[in-house]
């Protein structure tokens, strides 16, 4: 599992480094991005992300163990689950109020269309959270090595919050990285609507 997520989390940092050159360089066609959303849109709906939202909504704050480095990263993890669950919903109204329709397929043309510094603004702060959970997956190994060095008492607790801390990193870095996806392609599209 620990691989998986640092997997995962070099996915994320890659797809960073890419969206950063994509706002740089080469632009996609409307009907490029148009498709590009529909494969996002899918992927938001399919049963892998509903699944992953509704195990990020169980997740509950363990009690802490008296280990420093453990109980870091689980308050740390905490900090991250509610950013998620805050970007999953942000983002839908953010593709809403720059689409004119909902995730769904539901048009809503009353609503104000973001600015592309929002959107922008939006993307840096998704790339914040993915360096956070970057970093907090590398302080695994420590917190792991702190636990084999704590007294009996101490090891007991720290299983429960170091698990928790991976269960939360596993379904973020996921998240983040569809969610950076998204907003990617909308920074594109109002991008591509202002050169018109």
């Known amino acids: 599992m620990f691989k998986k997520m640092i997997f995962v989390v070099a996915i994320c940092l890659g797809f960073v480094f890419s969206m950063q050159q994509n706002c740089l360089g080469q632009e996609k066609t409307k009907d490029e991005l148009k498709a590009e959303r529909e494969v996002l849109k899918a992927e938001m709906k399919s049963q892998e ?104 008492m101490q090891k007991v607790k720290a299983p429960k919050p170091l698990n928790y801390s991976k269960d939360v990193l596993s379904l973020v870095a996921p998240e983040l990285q569809l969610n950076l996806k998204m907003v990617n392609n909308l920074i594109a599209t109002v991008k591509s609507a202002n050169n018109n």
């Not at 104000?112 to 907090?136: C, F, H, I, R, Y």
């Open 49 to 152: 992300a509903l699944d992953r939202q509704a195990k990020l909504e169980k997740l509950e704050t363990p009690k802490a163990s008296g280990i420093q480095s453990v109980d870091n990263l689980a308050v740390s993890s905490t900090a991250m689950l509610a950013a998620s669950k805050e970007n999953s919903k942000l983002i839908p109204e953010m593709y809403k109020r720059t689409i004119g329709e909902t995730i769904d397929g539901v048009t809503d043309v009353t609503v104000k269309k973001p600015t592309l510094d929002e959107l922008v603004a939006l993307g840096l702060n998704l790339t914040t959270q993915v360096k956070a959970v970057s970093e907090a997956t590398e302080s695994i190994k420590a917190a792991t090595d702190d636990i084999s060095k704590a007294g009996a």
